[in-house]
């Protein structure tokens, strides 16, 4: 439990309620993954706008479970908003999609949903 993800901050934002908790999860696991696979999307399809939207969205959940991986999300958000087309972002992308994808599978576990 808890390895590629942190509940620190969220038992702390729910004030150790357990149901309350669950359902952070249960948000984290409904729209992070959605909104990796549009930031992977808009990413290939070089679309920075949507990228940076993509990005951006999903920094404060990514913050709030800690999944270690913010400074190389705001790195892929920054490809975006500022249009850096001479940056290949890839390689932070897949950092970031792996991070979200370990903490995906081992929240499912942990919470059993």
Same mark, same amino acid.
């Given at each position: 439990?808890?390895?590629? &993800?942190?509940?620190?901050?969220?038992?702390?934002? %729910?004030?150790?309620?357990?149901?309350?908790?669950?359902? *952070?999860?249960?948000?984290?696991?409904?729209?992070?993954?959605?909104?990796?696979?549009?930031?992977?999307?808009?990413?290939?399809?070089?679309? &920075?706008?949507?990228? &940076?939207?993509? %990005?951006?969205?999903?920094?404060?959940?990514?913050? *709030?479970?800690?999944?270690?991986?913010? %400074?190389?999300?705001?790195?892929?958000?920054?490809?975006?908003?500022?249009?850096?087309?001479?940056?290949?972002?890839?390689?932070? *992308?897949?950092?970031?999609?792996? %991070?979200?994808?370990?903490?995906?599978?081992?929240?499912?576990?942990?919470?059993? *949903?």
């Amino acid at each position: 439990m808890e390895q590629h &993800y942190k509940l620190f901050r969220v038992r702390e934002l %729910a004030d150790n309620d357990e149901s309350f908790i669950a359902a *952070l999860a249960e948000a984290f696991l409904e729209e992070v993954p959605e909104d990796a696979e549009r930031l992977k999307k808009a990413v290939a399809a070089k679309d &920075y706008h949507e990228a &940076y939207q993509a %990005a951006h969205k999903m920094k404060p959940t990514i913050d *709030l479970f800690e999944l270690g991986v913010l %400074a190389t999300l705001i790195e892929v958000q920054d490809w975006g908003k500022f249009t850096k087309k001479e940056l290949d972002v890839t390689p932070q *992308l897949k950092v970031v999609i792996t %991070a979200i994808e370990n903490a995906v599978a081992e929240m499912k576990v942990d919470f059993n *949903l």
